[in-house]
């Protein structure tokens, strides 16, 4: 496996990562607590007006310097991960851990972690504290971050609350 930061020219890629999943169970805050709901949702792919927006973000995302992290096998991109550059939080310590995603076939097998970890150091080397991640809240989306170590965090950004009401809001210390 081959990891790279990504050039301007080659987010388009992120069309070419398998996202089927099949979902059975989501997380929701309620109460000031996680709860697990069994929901079912067939992923099929891509939705192109999803993709397209994505890839903007993308875009939008490197030309402000943020750093977006390839996955390849052979030449195939199979991961890409995406850090903003942008500080938030109460303390402007944090970085928004901006996109992740793994083909459906390479999931579990470390490319997540390592991917994590590339952006991670790279967020270290900008002197942030912490990550900030507003994850789907598909189980299996939300316990890779608690495996990775990040934990719910005691102060939601209200801006990404806005865009992602439904998403579980984390923190990844560093």
Do not use: C
């Not at 789907?136 to 989306?141: A, D, E, G």
């Amino acid at each position: 496996m081959n990891y790279r930061l990504l050039e301007r020219s080659e987010l388009a890629l992120l069309g070419e990562i398998d996202r089927k999943e099949i979902i059975n169970e989501v997380y929701y805050f309620r109460d000031n607590k996680l709860e697990i709901v069994n929901e079912f949702y067939n992923i099929e792919g891509w939705n192109l007006k999803e993709l397209h927006e994505y890839i903007d973000r993308l875009e939008d995302i490197y030309d402000r310097n943020g750093t977006i992290y390839g996955a390849f096998q052979n030449k195939t991109i199979v991961g890409l991960g995406a850090l903003e550059s942008k500080f938030i939080g109460r303390n402007n310590d944090q970085l928004k851990l901006d996109m992740l995603y793994i083909s459906n076939n390479y999931r579990k097998k470390g490319i997540g972690k390592n991917i994590v970890n590339l952006i991670s150091k790279k967020a270290k080397e900008s002197n942030a504290k912490s990550m900030y991640i507003s994850a789907t809240p598909f189980k299996n989306t939300v316990d890779f971050y608690f495996a990775m170590g990040a934990k719910l965090t005691n102060e939601i950004n209200k801006d990404l609350y806005k865009l992602e009401p439904y998403d579980i809001h984390m923190i990844l210390q560093l």
